[in-house]
């Protein structure tokens, strides 16, 4: 199979032999891919610079299977390059790309949500609104969305003022109901669902919310950004 030219980005890189580069990509079309960059390591080589993640390319590769071979690699347009406290932020939404997304699996809008949230982390003073909405994203098109309308038993309206018991199988249950879940407000949920993160209590709660719906998928497994993250704010 040869696939000539799809928009993606890189989401890792490491050596492969001598010369050449071992890639995990992200594509508009053929979702995450397997690739080997034959020669991309070499002094020699303009394809060194070229493939580094959150820079907007067009891929061409061949072959089948879990890794095709990289055949062109071209930047299509100047990145908008992430501030230093951004980059671990854009490094932690690649870990977990590369950790949840099945290979081959086309996701057109979760590739979209991708490119808002590099403009995002690009322009914005703190990550943690954009990351939340992106996460919320990611569980919906893994088929794990979150139920932020409406209380689970009942079917009711979520309200503001209500504290609620967030079962991840379940949805969210009025806070006295006798069950153990995610603690969260109605502020809370409706914040999440309208993607309008402002207030600091209300995004501590839903971070509680989104990175507990994503332990689910990761089944135990550590994203090693996340120690990167505890080691930074270590003094």
């Known amino acids: 199979m040869r696939v000539l030219l799809q928009p993606a980005f890189i989401l890792h890189r490491r050596p492969y032999r001598d010369t050449s580069l ?11 891919l397997g690739l080997v960059a034959r020669g991309a390591a070499s002094a ?3 394809l060194k610079s070229v493939l580094q993640p959150f820079v907007p390319l067009l891929l061409s590769w061949s072959g089948t299977g879990d890794l095709a071979t990289l055949t062109v690699a071209e930047a299509t347009e100047r990145p908008v390059p992430l501030p230093p406290s951004q980059v671990l932020a854009g490094l932690y939404v690649n870990e977990l790309l590369v950790r949840l997304l099945s290979r081959q699996d086309s996701l057109p809008g979760l590739f ?18 954009p990351l939340r909405r992106f996460e919320k994203c990611l569980l919906e098109e893994l088929g794990y969305g979150l139920s932020l309308d409406r209380e689970a038993v009942s079917g009711m309206p979520i309200v503001a003022e209500q504290r609620y018991c967030y079962v991840l199988d379940r949805g969210p249950l009025v806070a006295d109901s006798g069950v153990s879940g995610v603690p ?18 209300v995004l501590r709660e839903v971070k509680h919310l989104t990175r507990a719906a994503l332990a689910e998928q990761l089944r135990g497994r550590v994203l ?3 120690e990167l993250y505890r080691a930074k704010r270590e003094p």
């Open 112 to 129: 979209a949500a991708y490119r808002v949230l590099l403009a995002e982390l690009a322009a914005a003073a703190d990550a943690e609104p």
């Open 22 to 32: 071992l890639l995990e990509a992200f594509s508009h079309e053929h979702g995450r």
């Open 184 to 201: 969260i407000s109605g502020r809370g949920l409706l914040a999440l669902r309208d993607g309008v993160l402002v207030d600091p209590a």
């Open 44 to 46: 020699r080589s303009r």
């Open 224 to 226: 090693k950004t996340r």
